[in-house]
């Protein structure tokens, strides 16, 4: 979420007291007044702690099974990044000499970012892409990856036609009231999961992300190609990272569809605000806690796999189309010395300088990779302007979405939007 989309929900929980100044022969009314609420106010607070707790583990119940989740990882990981080089071989043109590399055997890896209604921009960037021709077309994907709202848009980015693309530009293009409802005036009491309820997001995710859609993931199960979207584990203490083209085949196999959706959700899960997700034994949280985007970081490198495989033959290009929901730098503002505006906008900040510092990593693995194997690897990144300012607060604006989704359908048809420089 956005830094206003933050400060609202904060907000929220605050109102402005009405200030009085009572006479004295008010001052125990007052005070009997006071007295009363507060025993309401615990009375609610005592009755809440009746409500169900998940069950207690032991420490070293969890430290092992975080052990067992890491090697479970790991070998999934593996077998992935195996696919993904058979695909690339399977593709490749015999050796040869010559160490230009046809275009055709390119290897593209579209990264998503986190950025709560500004996933609209995204979006935005997807369809208008699909308007250019030639070598910086929209490409069919090998990988996709996306966090928070990124994790929402990669499904049909993965899918990659006109149809599955427009889906889920019309879903940013129409928000509706009830995506996000609050728990009522003590929203904020402890024992609640969250703010908010998001049974309007919930249903427009299970409408736009249908079987039939969710058959034609599955469908690419084996085949080298990814969609990967990153939660975190709250239980664990880390991130984790799904591969939904599996999970998709699992979930309709076990004719459980909404798996993928409580994955999807989880990773739009911004802790506090919007409820955390139950999936098999553990609770999952925004992705965007652990990893605002996700580009392989943690795996074994593709070109020293392919280096490992092919001593001394030229390695694919590889581009990575990075889409970054949200600004480099936020314009500068007046924040007043209340700690929701301080909370809310330093919240933001400090994911979006995590972000910035991981597509700089991101551009120095590409660096090591030509240095290192000669490769051919470009890294193209694509944000909301600087100077651009919603035309209107608050979060899920319609108004606010549809301009954010007209400026990604303007810059993903302009070539030169793509920025090649790191931040």
Same mark, same amino acid.
């Given at each position: 979420?956005? +830094? +206003?989309?933050?400060? %609202?929900?904060?907000?929220?929980?605050?109102?402005?007291?009405?200030?009085?100044?009572?006479?004295?022969?008010?001052?125990? /009314?007052?005070?009997?007044?006071?007295?009363?609420?507060? =025993?309401?106010?615990?009375?609610?607070?005592?009755?809440?702690? +009746?409500?169900?707790?998940?069950?207690?583990?032991?420490?070293?119940?969890?430290?092992?099974?975080?052990?067992?989740?890491?090697?479970?990882?790991?070998?999934?990981?593996?077998?992935?990044?195996? $696919?993904?080089?058979?695909?690339? @071989?399977?593709?490749?043109?015999?050796?040869?000499?010559?160490?230009?590399?046809?275009?055709?055997?390119?290897?593209?890896?579209?990264?998503? #970012?986190?950025?709560?209604?500004? %996933?609209?921009?995204?979006?935005?960037?997807?369809?208008?892409?699909?308007?250019?021709?030639? *070598?910086?077309?929209?490409?069919?994907?090998?990988?996709?990856?996306? /966090?928070?709202?990124?994790? =929402?848009?990669?499904?049909?980015?993965?899918?990659?036609?006109?149809? #599955?693309? @427009?889906?889920?530009?019309?879903?940013?293009?129409?928000? $509706?009231? !009830?995506?996000?409802?609050?728990?009522?005036?003590?929203?904020?009491?402890?024992?609640?999961?969250?703010?908010?309820?998001?049974?309007?997001?919930?249903?427009?995710?299970?409408?736009?992300?249908?079987?039939?859609?969710?058959?034609?993931?599955?469908? $690419?199960?084996?085949?080298?190609?990814?969609?990967?979207?990153?939660?975190?584990?709250?239980?664990?203490?880390?991130?984790?990272?799904?591969?939904?083209?599996? *999970?998709?085949?699992?979930? =309709?196999?076990?004719?459980?569809?909404?798996?993928?959706?409580?994955?999807?959700?989880?990773?739009?899960?911004?802790?506090?605000?919007?409820?955390?997700?139950?999936?098999?034994? &553990?609770?999952? /949280?925004?992705?965007?806690?652990?990893?605002?985007?996700? &580009?392989?970081?943690?795996?074994? #490198?593709?070109? !020293?796999?392919?280096?490992?495989?092919?001593?001394?033959?030229?390695?694919?290009?590889?581009?990575?189309?990075?889409?970054?929901?949200? $600004?480099?730098?936020?314009?500068?503002?007046?924040?007043? @010395?209340?700690?929701?505006?301080?909370?809310?906008?330093?919240?933001?900040?400090?994911?979006?300088?995590?972000?910035?510092?991981?597509?700089?990593? =991101?551009?120095?693995?590409?660096?090591?990779?030509?240095?290192?194997?000669?490769?051919?690897?470009?890294?193209?990144?694509?944000?909301?302007?600087?100077?651009?300012?919603?035309?209107?607060?608050?979060?899920?604006?319609?108004?606010?979405?549809?301009?954010?989704?007209?400026?990604?359908?303007?810059?993903?048809? !302009?070539?030169? +939007?793509?920025?090649?420089?790191?931040?």
């Amino acid at each position: 979420m956005h +830094s +206003s989309g933050f400060n %609202g929900a904060i907000h929220t929980v605050i109102r402005k007291p009405r200030i009085e100044r009572p006479c004295s022969t008010g001052k125990m /009314v007052g005070a009997l007044r006071l007295f009363t609420a507060i =025993l309401i106010i615990n009375t609610i607070i005592i009755g809440c702690a +009746s409500v169900q707790r998940r069950p207690d583990r032991t420490q070293e119940d969890l430290f092992a099974a975080r052990q067992a989740d890491d090697a479970a990882r790991a070998k999934e990981t593996r077998q992935f990044m195996q $696919q993904l080089l058979e695909r690339v @071989e399977r593709e490749a043109q015999a050796p040869s000499t010559d160490t230009k590399v046809s275009k055709w055997r390119t290897l593209d890896v579209l990264v998503i #970012s986190g950025g709560g209604d500004w %996933g609209a921009f995204g979006a935005g960037v997807l369809k208008g892409w699909g308007r250019v021709k030639g *070598e910086l077309a929209r490409p069919k994907f090998d990988v996709v990856t996306g /966090v928070s709202t990124g994790a =929402l848009i990669a499904p049909f980015a993965f899918l990659g036609d006109d149809e #599955s693309i @427009e889906r889920i530009v019309q879903l940013y293009r129409r928000p $509706q009231n !009830d995506w996000a409802v609050s728990r009522g005036k003590l929203f904020f009491l402890p024992n609640n999961p969250s703010f908010y309820s998001l049974p309007g997001l919930e249903r427009e995710v299970r409408t736009a992300l249908d079987r039939p859609m969710l058959e034609r993931i599955a469908a $690419q199960y084996g085949n080298g190609r990814g969609l990967v979207v990153n939660t975190t584990n709250i239980d664990l203490g880390e991130n984790h990272a799904w591969n939904i083209v599996a *999970e998709a085949k699992k979930a =309709l196999a076990d004719n459980d569809p909404d798996r993928v959706h409580r994955i999807l959700l989880a990773s739009a899960g911004i802790p506090g605000i919007f409820p955390a997700r139950d999936i098999g034994d &553990y609770l999952y /949280v925004d992705g965007a806690i652990t990893g605002n985007i996700i &580009y392989g970081q943690r795996a074994r #490198s593709l070109p !020293d796999m392919w280096e490992e495989r092919h001593p001394g033959e030229p390695m694919p290009p590889i581009r990575y189309w990075v889409i970054f929901n949200n $600004q480099f730098r936020f314009p500068p503002q007046v924040t007043q @010395e209340r700690w929701p505006d301080i909370m809310g906008r330093a919240t933001i900040m400090s994911t979006q300088t995590s972000t910035i510092n991981s597509m700089r990593h =991101l551009f120095a693995l590409a660096e090591i990779a030509k240095l290192k194997h000669s490769g051919d690897v470009e890294v193209r990144v694509m944000s909301v302007p600087e100077e651009w300012v919603p035309p209107k607060p608050g979060t899920f604006v319609s108004e606010v979405m549809n301009n954010l989704a007209d400026l990604g359908e303007k810059m993903g048809a !302009d070539p030169t +939007s793509w920025r090649t420089t790191p931040p």
